[in-house]
């Protein structure tokens, strides 16, 4: 179908926005593109002037968009940007995705590190899942947690002051869906979007993306001809988000504004926690201790990923 003239000038348009209807050509959907990015920084507060911000890049459509729109953006203001890859150990995937990092930081500039699951664990993704796998746990069970570990410790060692991940609003408002549907709303109240946790050895998360479409994210890497690992990971298709993925995409076909809905109630659902009876909003405030094994922040004693690696030697020594 061919598209007619931009509702703001004359050049060609290149995209029907699904929710509002808007028409707009390349560089109107550029410009609303990075505005929308910039007013989620200014409403959660996520920078400072002189941060030292570090960007978690996989070398996916979202890691790759973000490093080049927070360059856009930062680079009227104080702040350095360097760039942050896990390599978990995943055969024929994350070779690839490395490459798309590798490129998108040097095309734009920016200092590289790179960092893996064998060096911080012993045991890389793949290790891990034929350890662990008996449980029917899927992979993304225990890639996570070896992850947050991996960016906090990769940040801090870079001397990051808030690390930035590509999270959009899609995988906000599938969190949301999950978290109900598990029966554990609590975790909604607890995690702020705003980053104002401060404890030791803790580098602040942030989510720029957390008010941009999946699809505007698809849409600016292809029409900006950013270049960025297309394949997914072999271990996505055992998740259970991605089953409420599929259940978002289906609602989107009649109302395309459900993830930003969604994600705004669970920016609701956050400023409610103020309602809570103080004994219950005492806990959710609990400062992060220390893990006893590693260090590391932790809500318990041993951090998930210790808990997991003594887990994996454990079964070794078994089989
Ligand atoms: Fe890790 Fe799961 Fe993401 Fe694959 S899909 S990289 S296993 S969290």
């Not at 309602?275 to 932790?298: A, F, G, H, V, Y």
């Amino acid at each position: 179908m061919k598209l007619p003239k931009c509702q703001y000038c004359d050049e060609n348009a290149v995209w029907r926005r699904p929710w509002d209807k808007a028409i707009v050509c390349l560089n109107h959907f550029n410009r609303a593109f990075l505005k929308r990015v910039q007013r989620t920084v200014n409403k959660y507060n996520l920078f400072d002037r002189n941060e030292v911000i570090a960007v978690g890049l996989s070398g996916g459509k979202d890691s790759v968009v973000l490093l080049e729109t927070l360059v856009r953006l930062q680079s009227s203001r104080d702040s350095t940007i360097i760039a942050i890859s896990i390599d978990e150990g995943i055969a024929n995937y994350r070779e690839d995705g490395l490459k798309f990092a590798r490129m998108t930081a040097k095309r734009l500039g920016v200092e590289h590190y790179e960092y893996s699951f064998k060096k911080n664990f012993g045991y890389d993704l793949d290790e891990a899942f034929t350890v662990l796998k008996g449980d029917e746990v899927a992979a993304c069970a225990y890639c996570g947690p070896f992850r947050r570990k991996s960016l906090n410790l990769a940040a801090q060692e870079v001397g990051a002051t808030k690390l930035a991940t590509g999270h959009n609003a899609d995988d906000e408002a599938q969190t949301l869906l999950m978290n109900v549907l598990r029966g554990d709303i609590m975790k909604t109240l607890h995690s702020n979007p705003v980053p104002t946790y401060k404890s030791p050895g803790f580098v602040n998360r942030v989510k720029p993306f957390r008010r941009t479409s999946e699809m505007e994210i698809v849409l600016y890497a292809n029409l900006n001809n950013l270049p960025y690992q297309e394949q997914s990971c072999p271990y996505a298709v055992d998740s259970y988000r991605g089953e409420i993925r599929d259940l978002l995409l289906e609602l989107m076909i009649n109302d395309p504004s459900v993830v930003f809905s969604t994600v705004m109630s669970s920016d609701k659902l956050h400023e409610m926690r103020a309602l809570l009876p103080n004994n219950e909003r005492d806990s959710l405030n609990k400062p992060i201790s220390s893990c006893q094994i590693c260090n590391s922040p932790s809500n318990s004693d041993i951090c998930n990923s210790c808990a997991l690696i003594k887990e994996i030697e454990k079964r070794s020594q078994l089989q």
